[in-house]
Structures are given as structure tokens and as C-alpha cells.
């Protein structure tokens, strides 16, 4: 799969970097679910030619409430999504202090809270570990990925978004039969609370993998 620098313009990534969960409540959460809400306007209802530019605006309306609360996980972990899904729009050499910037901010996540928002730090960090370049143009590293995605799964074995980024990987290395029954879990999942474009648009992508990679098979949503 092409990595950052022609950024996977659609479907399957970015995601990114897609995760969508809920939260216990605290005082930040609304300003979170707002960004999520955001998120999802942006990659699966805009047109692709305005996406770069409403994921900028995004990106720093999260690092203002990075600001606002600076104790908070949360804000870190969203403005690192949102950060990664405008370098796979801008694309280039542009893209890589994007998420750089993205696995700080993930990084600093971390330890505040290794576990909020359901291992979303380990799906987007997994997702950044196999989609940059490695070694000397970024830090990719395949190892580093698969052990993040699977740190989201113990955290949350259930979530579309841990679930789907770890098909993507193993479709990344040519498993394409060990990527089947995570897509499955992907189409089984409830919906997302409150966030039905992101449950319709992540479901769809899941379907439109699961049919490239078995095409011969009928799959139900």
C-alpha cells in the first residue's frame, strides 16, 4: 500500500485515523464529541477538494482546547486524529511534520491516560507506525504497528475502529485471509453513539475491503 507521501487519499485510511469512541464523561467531553461530529462531516460527507482545508481548521480548533485543558487526554488524542487525516489530504513532504506532530501528541496522551477513549492512541499510533515511511524519512515501523493495534484490541477487542485499522494492516502485509474476521467484527459492531455518519461511513468502508479481498463471497452488513 502507498504510504504517507501519497497519503491514502480515501477510503481505507483516515483515517485516521479513526477513532471513534465514546468516553466516560468528563468535563471536556463535550467539546470532544463536537470534534467527533466535526470529523466525521469532514471524511465521509465533504467532497475530497475541501477536505485539506476543514481538517486545518479542525486541527486548530483542537490544539485550542489542547490549550483550554492541558490535563486532559482527550484533546491530545483528537487533535492527533485530526492532524493525521490532514497530512493524508495534503500529502508530501508537507504531510510528515503532520504526523509527527500527531505521535507527540499521542505520545503525550499517553501518559496522562494510556487508556481513554478505548485504545484510541494505540489505533491512530498503529495507523501512523504502518502508513508513514520508516527509517531515515519518517518512523515507520511495521513491528511497532502491529503491537499498538493489537495494545487497542486488548483495550477494546470490540471497537470498529481497532478492529478495521487492524484488517488494513494485515491487508498492508499481504494477510489478507487474517484480515477477514476483523472486518466481520467491523460490520457486527452496534452503531457509535451519537455518531451515525461515522458508523455508516467506517461500516461501508469495512464492507468495500471485506469484497476486494474475498470477492467472490456475498457479505452482510
Aim: a positive charge; proline letters at 7%; hydrophobic letters at 45%.
Amino acid at each position: 500500500m502507498n504510504k504517507i507521501f501519497a497519503f491514502i487519499p480515501a477510503a481505507v485510511l483516515l483515517l485516521l485515523l479513526c477513532s471513534p469512541f465514546a468516553s466516560a464523561q468528563t468535563p471536556v467531553m463535550p467539546a470532544i464529541h463536537e470534534l467527533q461530529q466535526s470529523w466525521d462531516h469532514i471524511k465521509y460527507e465533504l467532497p475530497p477538494k475541501q477536505r485539506e482545508a476543514a481538517y486545518k481548521a479542525l486541527a486548530e480548533q483542537a490544539a485550542a482546547l489542547v490549550k483550554t485543558h492541558p490535563e486532559a487526554a482527550e484533546p491530545r488524542v483528537w487533535q492527533a486524529i485530526i492532524l493525521s487525516s490532514y497530512a493524508g489530504e495534503k500529502g508530501g513532504l508537507g504531510a510528515l511534520g503532520l504526523v509527527k506532530q500527531a505521535k507527540a501528541l499521542l505520545e503525550q496522551a499517553e501518559k496522562i491516560d494510556p487508556q481513554t477513549l478505548q485504545g484510541s492512541i494505540y489505533v491512530t499510533l498503529g495507523s501512523l507506525y504502518y502508513k508513514v515511511p520508516g527509517w531515515p524519512i519518517g518512523f515507520g515501523d511495521d513491528d511497532k504497528a502491529r503491537n499498538a493495534l493489537n495494545q487497542a484490541l486488548i483495550i477494546a477487542p470490540d471497537s470498529m475502529g481497532a478492529n478495521f485499522f487492524m484488517a488494513d494492516f494485515l491487508i498492508d502485509q499481504g494477510d489478507r485471509q487474517a484480515a477477514v474476521p476483523y472486518l466481520q467484527k467491523v460490520l457486527a459492531a452496534p452503531a457509535v453513539a451519537q455518531r451515525p455518519v461515522y458508523t455508516r461511513g467506517r461500516k461501508q468502508e469495512a464492507r468495500r475491503l471485506l469484497q476486494e479481498i474475498t470477492p467472490r463471497q456475498a457479505h452482510n452488513s
